[in-house]
């Protein structure tokens, strides 16, 4: 996408402590969503391995690093990043969609009964199975949850480019963060939405994910639609210019 | 050192659905220990408080890990001399940590020893939330609880059948103007009684209490008396009469028959009591000992008593823990299996076994 990443507005701006960006100034745009944090200062390193390594291991590039970082600021690392083995970045990303009005609480609770209802399931059909049948069923929640989100994802998408005082809808092929978010949006979406007022969400997701870690349900099918429409408006991808 | 990891394992064809506790819904789910190559117990399901639903259809078996709380309480019932009036075991420790499995393991080892058992799953569930509260026809003071009370007979009736038939009731019960239990009917006929005619089902509770106490002396069978949460007993309800005031637990029936079993005025089997702070009503969240759960009155009430602690794992339980979920594959993650996923868990959980539960149920 050729639009600038950070959002403008236009209007007077606040000339705050540190309030400096790697973003190209306008004159007379502010910007609106940015990070408090001056460019100098780094991420932090959460891995524990990075740690770990014994002196004599390290290359003379990552010892200048170390000695850089001794004396450079750093960012505080947020809250739901961990150094746990267990942590996923999907997982987060998805928790985190999730939310609502900041309740990480509930969101995270949810996620893990999603998990756990998904593991559930899959060791019932597995008892349930021949012994053929049990070498091709899959119990570990987190590949279903990776499988599902990645079958879910669209290859192509839609976007609206004005030409001549009209919006056309112009097949575009997209990047690999929309299309994640794509998948993450429509499962969400699709679970809060088409589910019965007294089904709790995490039996919905589970059911959703097992559906689209198949290929089927109403997801895929989402997907599908957008494949279509976009093989539909072929004719216009002349318009896209980048 | 006498830890280890006894593998009870039931096949799935000797597991016979109709052992399922019915009836209850807020029951908490069931948990059987059938010995290897052995004949399939009589015994009920002891029930557990621990989310694990229902492992037996995860896991094709439901296993107990043997430790030392319930080894040391075996040993004393083993010991246990009938001729003295009956010793209460109170096992107590922080949540999560086993009080209730350890409680099913005995009753295990009882009902294959053939004893009587009056289990309770949980005393908790008579002092709240109940729905239909009459008032008593045989003491206008006290307060009924059909649902409660038909619930705890089904339960009692699958538990201890052959034992129905044989414990004969010794006086004479009119139950309304048509229907009676004559002297020398067998025990199975007041369980039917109050089962059929639910609104009779709280005072057939209390004859069954009566007549087990007092039959227990007599060395036909023996006893064992099995309460979860006895606190319950002791502490406040959450029932309110119709004029909304607040209702103390000696105003229901159910909870003074149970009080008068608990105390040791009798002999011929022994009494061995959980405490609980997770269904407690105005308990604060992190009392555990006897004296707190209990008050004074409840502490007075069972006074002496022999007192078991329950406490977190130990590292070599807590290995063998994760080993079993690894032989199950229940703990799916990659990362879980390494050490340093061990050691994470160990952490997390801090050796609790009912956090480390919930914990490896998602990962």
């Known amino acids: 996408m050729a639009a600038p990443a950070v959002k403008v507005a236009r209007g007077w701006s606040v000339l705050a402590l540190n309030l400096r960006s790697a973003v190209p100034r306008f004159p007379g745009l502010t910007q609106v969503r940015w990070s408090r944090y001056g460019p100098e200062y780094r991420d932090p390193q959460i891995d524990k391995e990075y740690y770990r390594k014994a002196l004599a291991e390290l290359t003379e590039e990552e010892k200048y690093e170390q000695e850089l970082r001794k004396t450079q600021l750093i960012k505080a690392a947020p809250a739901a990043k961990t150094s746990s083995v267990f942590e996923d970045p999907v997982i987060s990303k998805f928790t ?23 593991k559930r399931k899959q060791f019932e059909k597995y008892r349930a199975a021949s012994a053929e049948e049990q070498a091709t069923i899959e119990r570990n929640p987190y590949t279903i949850f990776h499988q599902a989100l990645k079958n879910c994802e669209p290859v192509i998408g839609l976007v609206p480019i004005l030409r001549g005082g009209h919006f056309y809808q112009v097949p575009v092929p997209l990047p690999d963060r929309r299309r994640r978010f794509l998948a993450m949006k429509w499962m969400i979406t699709e679970c809060r939405e088409k589910k019965h007022r007294r089904m709790l969400m995490p039996e919905k997701l589970s059911h959703e994910l097992l559906e689209a870690f198949h290929n089927q349900g109403p997801v895929i099918k989402k997907k599908h639609d957008m494949h279509k429409m976009a093989e539909a408006n072929r004719a216009l991808a002349h318009y896209r210019w980048w | ?144 609880q059909p649902v409660e009370a038909s619930s705890w007979l089904k339960n009692f009736k699958t538990a201890n059948e052959r034992f129905l038939s044989q414990i004969k009731v010794q006086e004479k019960y009119v139950w309304n103007k048509r229907e009676s239990t004559e002297k020398g009917r067998p025990l199975g006929e007041v369980v039917e009684q109050g089962l059929t005619r639910v609104k009779n089902a709280t005072d057939a509770v209390g004859v069954v209490l009566k007549e087990l106490k007092s039959q227990s002396g007599s060395g036909a069978f023996r006893l064992l008396v099995a309460v979860d949460g006895v606190n319950a007993l002791w502490g406040r309800t959450t029932l309110k009469r119709e004029d909304k005031s607040p209702m103390a ?108 539960e919930r914990l490896c149920a998602y990962l």
Request: hydrophobic content about 35%; some cysteine; proline content about 6%.
């Open chain 1, 96 to 118: 985190n969609m999730m939310m609502k009005g900041g309740n990480k609480v509930l969101a995270r609770s949810l996620m893990t009964q999603t998990l756990e209802a998904v």
């Open chain 2, 249 to 356: 637990p000696e105003e229901l029936a159910l909870v003074r028959g149970m009080r008068k079993m608990v105390s040791n005025d009798w002999h011929g089997g022994a009494i061995v009591l959980t405490l609980s702070q997770t269904g407690s009503l105005f308990k604060p969240r992190k009392a555990y000992l006897p004296q707190e759960l209990l008050g004074k009155e409840g502490f007075d009430a069972l006074d002496p008593f022999i007192p078991i602690l329950v406490s977190n794992y130990s590292p070599e339980e807590f290995e063998s823990c994760i080993q079993y979920y690894l032989e199950n594959s229940w703990l799916q993650h990659e990362k879980a299996q390494t050490e340093e996923g061990k050691k994470e868990l160990l952490f997390l959980s801090n050796a609790n076994p009912g956090q480390l």
């Open chain 2, 1 to 144: 050192m006498l830890k280890r990891m006894t593998r009870l394992v039931s096949g799935a064809q000797q597991l016979d659905p109709g052992r399922f506790w019915h009836g209850e819904p807020q029951a908490p789910q069931s948990l059987a220990a059938h010995l290897d190559n052995q004949v399939p117990d009589e015994s009920p399901r002891a029930t557990s408080c621990t989310s694990e639903a229902d492992p037996v259809r995860t896991f094709n078996e439901a296993c107990l890990m043997v430790r030392k709380p319930a080894l040391e309480l075996l040993r004393y019932l083993k010991n246990t001399n009938f001729a003295h009036p009956a010793v209460r075991y109170v096992l107590y420790g922080e949540t999560g940590t086993g009080k209730t499995l350890s409680l099913c393991h005995v009753i295990h080892f009882c009902a294959k020893q053939d004893w009587l058992i009056l289990h309770i799953p949980d005393a908790h569930l008579w002092v709240k939330n109940c729905r239909g509260l009459l008032q008593s026809a045989y003491n206008k003071q006290r307060f009924d």
